[in-house]
């Protein structure tokens, strides 16, 4: 059966998981994974409808309680997550949502994105310039990483004397978002919630008292119709920026040059029309391995998909991953084509939830890749990469290459 082959705790299937992927499309395109009482839902016409449909949510809370919905109560022990967690505008529903997206777009507008295009791409090129000092090494962690945390801090104003604590932070939240975490990283999880939180309200109350040019100092002052933004709400926001900017970028940028580096032909064709190519480039690679595999909403009302009844009450897995390969909306999807014009790629999501951070990932992946292509004409591989074990979230743990 396809679902045998759908194993995310498997080191193999998350180096590997696209030819699973074509055979839950083929042959069990809605499906029940018992291991985490999910339904799989492969296909990119079924992801893309179910991202938009009003009858799933990514809570339920705003309508049911927990043991009308048949669900557990959460563990008390992480109330700090949760609490983070659940102000954030991913995770909300309904009104609430409508509002908090409401004010931030006007704080955190396509102008202020732009404005930081000179410090992206001085700090790009910085970085690109300490790998070609050094003759190499890991470009995640000299590249990737450092660029997207460094923005977000100036972004929201953070001391550089503490940028250092934002990427372990985020990190333990985000295993939180893994399949079936354990104990160990549920501990972790709150452990960086209540530190992230505590932070971040000194740094809130700073900034109300003394504003400055910083998303913060927007955020606390962004007001419509004598609505405000609570701190709690303040506080999610900076996080979940944070943590989905971040872990998005970074995994994009190692995905996306591990494949370039097997595809020398396209990585030839991009490094010769690098203006030319590198907006559909970016899309592309976004596409052909996406950071995020899967996204989770729950069922609000009985919901039929691709003719399979799913109650109200039950949770869907809307595979990213295998829907930017369907071959049913992607011509030849396993080829990497950077220059690719028809490319609907729902890497960012859809529908209300739309990632807000959009315009700020493409503009750090241009500078960033832009910068590596046009300083490292003659980057190439150590030797072939490992992935982390996360499958939810995936990425590299290190892409070695010399210059």
Same mark, same amino acid.
């Given at each position: 059966?396809?679902?045998?082959?759908?194993?995310?705790?498997?080191?193999?299937?998350?180096?590997?998981?696209?030819?699973?992927? /074509?055979? @839950?499309?083929?042959? #069990?395109?809605?499906?029940? $994974?018992?291991?985490?009482?999910?339904?799989?839902?492969?296909?990119?016409?079924?992801?893309?409808?179910?991202?938009?449909? +009003?009858?799933?949510?990514?809570?339920?809370?705003? +309508? $049911?309680?927990? !043991?009308?919905?048949?669900?557990?109560?959460?563990?008390?022990?992480?109330?700090?997550?949760?609490?983070?967690?659940?102000?954030?505008?991913?995770?909300?529903?309904?009104?609430?949502?409508?509002?908090?997206?409401?004010? *931030?777009?006007?704080?955190?507008?396509?102008?202020?994105?732009?404005?930081?295009?000179?410090?992206?791409?001085?700090?790009?090129?910085?970085?690109?310039?300490?790998?070609?000092?050094?003759?190499?090494?890991?470009?995640?962690?000299? *590249? =990737?990483?450092?660029?997207?945390?460094?923005?977000?801090?100036?972004?929201?104003?953070?001391?550089?004397?503490?940028?250092?604590?934002?990427?372990?932070?985020? #990190?333990?939240?985000?295993?939180?978002?893994?399949?079936?975490?354990?104990?160990?990283?549920?501990?972790?999880?709150?452990?960086?919630?209540?530190?992230?939180?505590?932070? &971040?309200?000194? &740094?809130?109350?700073? +900034?109300?008292?003394?504003? %400055?040019?910083?998303?913060?100092?927007?955020?606390?002052?962004?007001?419509?119709?004598?609505?405000v933004l609570s701190e709690q709400e303040m506080i999610s926001t900076c996080v979940l920026l944070l943590n989905a900017g971040h872990e998005a970028?970074?995994?994009?940028?190692?995905?996306?040059?591990?494949?370039?580096?097997?595809?020398?032909?396209?990585? =030839? +064709?991009?490094?010769?029309?690098?203006?030319?190519?590198?907006?559909?480039?970016?899309?592309?690679?976004?596409?052909?391995?996406?950071?995020?595999?899967? $996204?989770?909403?729950?069922?609000?009302?009985?919901?039929?998909?691709?003719?399979?009844?799913?109650?109200?009450?039950?949770?869907? /897995?809307?595979?990213?991953?295998?829907?930017?390969?369907?071959?049913?909306?992607?011509?030849?999807?396993?080829?990497?084509?950077? %220059?690719?014009?028809?490319?609907?790629?729902?890497?960012?999501?859809?529908?209300?939830? $739309?990632?807000?951070?959009?315009? @700020? =990932?493409?503009?750090?992946?241009?500078?960033?890749?832009?910068?590596?292509?046009?300083?490292?004409?003659?980057?190439?591989?150590?030797? !072939?990469?490992?992935?982390?074990?996360?499958?939810?979230?995936?990425?590299?743990?290190?892409?070695?290459?010399?210059?």
């Amino acid at each position: 059966m396809a679902i045998d082959a759908f194993d995310p705790w498997s080191a193999e299937f998350v180096a590997h998981p696209y030819p699973a992927y /074509a055979a @839950l499309r083929e042959q #069990s395109p809605v499906v029940h $994974f018992e291991p985490s009482d999910q339904w799989l839902v492969s296909r990119y016409a079924d992801v893309n409808a179910l991202l938009r449909d +009003r009858r799933l949510g990514r809570t339920f809370t705003h +309508r $049911f309680g927990h !043991e009308e919905f048949g669900q557990p109560v959460p563990n008390p022990a992480h109330e700090p997550f949760h609490t983070l967690n659940d102000y954030g505008l991913l995770d909300l529903e309904g009104p609430d949502h409508t509002r908090i997206r409401r004010l *931030v777009s006007k704080a955190f507008t396509p102008r202020m994105v732009e404005s930081l295009r000179p410090t992206v791409q001085r700090l790009a090129g910085e970085l690109v310039d300490g790998l070609l000092a050094d003759g190499g090494g890991d470009l995640i962690a000299k *590249v =990737a990483e450092p660029l997207p945390v460094a923005v977000i801090a100036e972004m929201l104003g953070v001391p550089e004397s503490d940028r250092h604590l934002l990427r372990p932070w985020s #990190s333990d939240i985000t295993g939180m978002f893994e399949l079936n975490p354990d104990e160990e990283t549920a501990r972790r999880a709150v452990t960086a919630s209540l530190e992230f939180s505590a932070y &971040l309200r000194e &740094l809130i109350r700073r +900034r109300r008292e003394q504003p %400055g040019a910083d998303l913060i100092s927007a955020l606390a002052q962004a007001a419509e119709d004598g609505q405000v933004l609570s701190e709690q709400e303040m506080i999610s926001t900076c996080v979940l920026l944070l943590n989905a900017g971040h872990e998005a970028t970074v995994n994009t940028t190692g995905n996306g040059w591990w494949a370039l580096l097997r595809n020398p032909g396209e990585l =030839a +064709r991009l490094r010769g029309a690098v203006d030319e190519l590198l907006p559909t480039a970016i899309e592309e690679l976004m596409r052909y391995d996406t950071p995020l595999q899967m $996204f989770e909403r729950w069922v609000l009302e009985d919901i039929e998909v691709g003719g399979v009844r799913i109650p109200r009450g039950a949770e869907v /897995a809307l595979l990213f991953g295998s829907a930017n390969r369907d071959p049913e909306r992607f011509a030849d999807p396993d080829r990497l084509d950077l %220059g690719r014009a028809d490319n609907p790629h729902i890497t960012f999501g859809a529908g209300i939830h $739309f990632c807000l951070g959009a315009p @700020l =990932a493409r503009l750090e992946l241009t500078e960033s890749y832009g910068a590596l292509l046009r300083k490292a004409p003659g980057l190439t591989l150590v030797r !072939e990469p490992e992935w982390n074990p996360g499958y939810v979230i995936r990425g590299l743990k290190e892409l070695l290459v010399e210059v």
